[in-house]
């Protein structure tokens, strides 16, 4: 496969090393014979600041021009963090808001799992340890210049990580879907993701082998957040992804998907109202008359697929609450269109998700 | 409404004058107060060759740096085709693929019909009147650098171009559709599309003014040719519009709409075979167990639209059939997935849909 890079001086960058495993490591420097290559790898979820800082220095230092992430979401938003920060002083001062960005170098991504959406979207999440916040920054600029999405090399993946992936996917078709109320194409087409996403991932934990349901899987997760899903919409809802942040800014080791399944049932639960919207998602997607039923066989589906559905599972408690509240409301603020929620409505809904 | 055009010299294109009726054409003649607007207009449907050459004469007589499309289909396709022939000696050569599209002018639209796509697309189809040609061109090039789509001003559109515009998007989904075979993700989300587009066009037939019946129906037409409904695909069959490229070039004032309604039902008839992907369509978006009850469902809808389900009702006759034929076997070949299909299937297709 030709991954054709103009300039010729490349960070690549990586995470753990399972690219060395499965021969990608060899192509990518392979194909890249006829450039300048420095590395940046061991990149671990929830990607931390200071990766950020070591790869701008190294952009420096060797006259990058080009940034070439081969992973998933954490190495893809590291390499963006770095692309756009290059050219400003202090790169938290980005997430921060205090600064804008107004270029970024060139990005380039091989994708090997499928989950945030990262490869065809201009967002990148970093958390900053220090100050226990978990960030995101937004711009056209940090969209990658090309994308190789091969199903393929997928295959290997634990069925944990293909869990967490659809729950992503599932989540950001979410946070649009039940912002939306007359817009029928979208409401439907979302219908249509989440369905498809279930059906592929339903196949895949038997099988993990199957081509046809993983490319299935790879394009529900890139067209869940690479504009598409939002169109007609006001930008969505992104109240559990808050959450969730909050969470996995607490608890380092806390996987996004993981975060997410605990989160997702508990905020539905607490801001449906029998709303429309929910009544029809009841319907459609789990085939229920009514939101708590459709709750209890979501729920269901998440635990069939390795996901955990409270707090206690993944070791956070009720003495942990109010630290990760403090986390939730110190973040930047976002719109809300479903119901808007307070200090005292994030705790209510972390209580509620402590135990199954 | 802002619309900003970058280059100074504009060449303004437009149809037949419904945009001095709706004050559409002095809203953009407002705009553009600051640049140099050179106007082409009375583009008919079936776009001619003619007026491409017109518009290159105008651009080169007057520095022409961009063009604007205000307008459906036709004004826009116009508009594509002479940004991309500006650069060659003989525009013709570009459809007869004898040279190849290096370079354009930028493009901007402004929507006042949702049919085609082309608001959104590389592609312009235009009718070389004296060959009997309609025939197409296709670049990346010719994608429009800003499009604006504003549902309000299709509100006064007459009932039947809603019905036309609705038979285009329906048939573009469907060009792609029938070839899917595993791509469950795309086949859920082009269902979501037909079911949305025929939702929303029976709201609109009954009360034109809906405001989320038309925002809907314009973004499934968008949708249905903008690169996404194909995406995962092969490039679709297209076999039914190079019929209909065929009837329209053989009877130059038949809507492109009309005809599709009379070809589409009689294709699917001829080359169905009862593939899983075709009895799959009869149940999800007409509710039957059967291919041929949903083909009767679908005429139904079709004739409830006010559009023509045979070809004597547009005065298209048996005599006529052989010279179709030569028309169509004569257009470049294109790829079938489905079934292949020559002259003598194309006679046979045409034959079976003479009458109801």
Same mark, same amino acid.
């Given at each position: 496969?030709?991954?054709?890079?103009?300039?010729?001086n490349v960070l690549?960058v990586?995470?753990k090393?399972?690219?060395?495993k499965?021969?990608?490591?060899?192509?990518?420097?392979?194909?890249?014979?006829?450039?300048?290559?420095i %590395?940046?790898?061991n @990149?671990k979820p !929830?990607p931390? $600041?200071? +990766?950020?800082?070591e790869g701008?220095?190294?952009?420096?230092? =060797?006259n990058?021009e080009?940034v070439?992430?081969?992973g998933?979401?954490s190495v893809?938003?590291?390499?963006k963090?770095?692309a756009a920060?290059?050219?400003?002083?202090d790169?938290?001062?980005?997430?921060e808001?205090k600064?804008?960005?107004?270029k970024?170098?060139?990005?380039?991504?091989?994708?090997?799992?499928?989950?945030?959406?990262?490869?065809?979207?201009g967002n990148s999440?970093?958390?900053?340890e220090k100050?226990n916040k978990?960030?995101?920054?937004r711009?056209?600029?940090?969209?990658?210049?090309?994308t190789?999405?091969?199903?393929?090399?997928?295959?290997?993946?634990?069925?944990?990580q293909?869990?967490?992936?659809?729950?992503?996917?599932?989540?950001?078709?979410?946070?649009?879907y039940f912002?939306f109320?007359t %817009?029928?194409?979208? @409401?439907?087409? !979302?219908e249509? $993701?989440? +369905?498809?996403?279930?059906?592929?991932?339903?196949?895949?934990l =038997?099988?993990?082998e199957?081509?046809?349901?993983?490319?299935?899987l790879c394009?529900?997760a890139?067209?869940?957040?690479n504009?598409?899903?939002g169109?007609m919409?006001?930008?969505?809802?992104?109240?559990?992804?808050?959450?969730e942040?909050?969470?996995?800014a607490?608890?380092k080791?806390l996987?996004?998907?993981?975060?997410l399944?605990?989160?997702?049932?508990?905020?539905?639960?607490?801001?449906?109202?029998?709303?429309?919207?929910f009544?029809?998602?009841a319907?459609?997607i789990?085939?229920?008359?009514?939101?708590?039923?459709?709750l209890i066989?979501?729920?269901?589906?998440?635990?069939?697929w390795g996901?955990?559905?409270?707090?206690?599972?993944v070791?956070?408690?009720?003495k942990?609450i109010?630290e990760?509240?403090?986390?939730?409301?110190?973040?930047?603020p976002?719109?809300?269109f479903? +119901?808007?929620?307070?200090?005292?409505?994030?705790?209510k809904?972390?209580?509620s998700c402590?135990?199954v």
């Open positions: 496969k030709e991954l054709n890079i103009d300039e010729k690549f990586y995470g090393g399972s690219i060395k499965n021969n990608i490591y060899n192509e990518v420097k392979n194909n890249l014979k006829n450039h300048n290559v %590395e940046l790898n @990149i !929830n931390d $600041l200071n +990766k950020v800082f701008i220095k190294l952009c420096k230092e =060797n990058i080009a070439l992430a081969v998933g979401g893809i938003d590291t390499s963090a770095i920060s290059y050219y400003v002083n790169v938290w001062d980005l997430f808001q600064e804008n960005i107004e970024a170098l060139p990005i380039y991504t091989i994708l090997t799992i499928s989950a945030t959406g990262s490869e065809m979207n999440v970093i958390t900053n100050e978990k960030w995101a920054i711009n056209i600029l940090l969209n990658p210049k090309i190789i999405i091969d199903p393929s090399i997928q295959k290997t993946l634990p069925k944990i293909t869990a967490n992936g659809a729950m992503d996917t599932l989540s950001h078709i979410m946070e649009f912002t109320e %817009e029928e194409t979208m @409401i439907a087409l !979302n249509s $993701l989440m +369905k498809s996403t279930i059906k592929a991932t339903d196949i895949l =038997n099988n993990p199957d081509y046809h349901a993983r490319e299935n394009w529900c890139t067209l869940a957040l504009g598409i899903s169109t919409g006001n930008g969505g809802e992104w109240q559990c992804h808050l959450i942040h909050g969470l996995s607490f608890k080791d996987d996004h998907g993981k975060g399944s605990i989160i997702f049932p508990a905020w539905i639960n607490y801001v449906h109202n029998n709303k429309p919207i009544k029809r998602w319907k459609e789990w085939n229920k008359d009514n939101v708590e039923d459709a066989e979501m729920k269901n589906k998440f635990k069939s996901l955990p559905i409270s707090l206690n599972e070791n956070i408690y009720e942990d109010d990760i509240v403090d986390i939730i409301i110190k973040s930047p976002r719109n809300s479903i +119901k808007e929620l307070n200090k005292d409505d994030y705790k809904i972390l209580i402590l135990k």
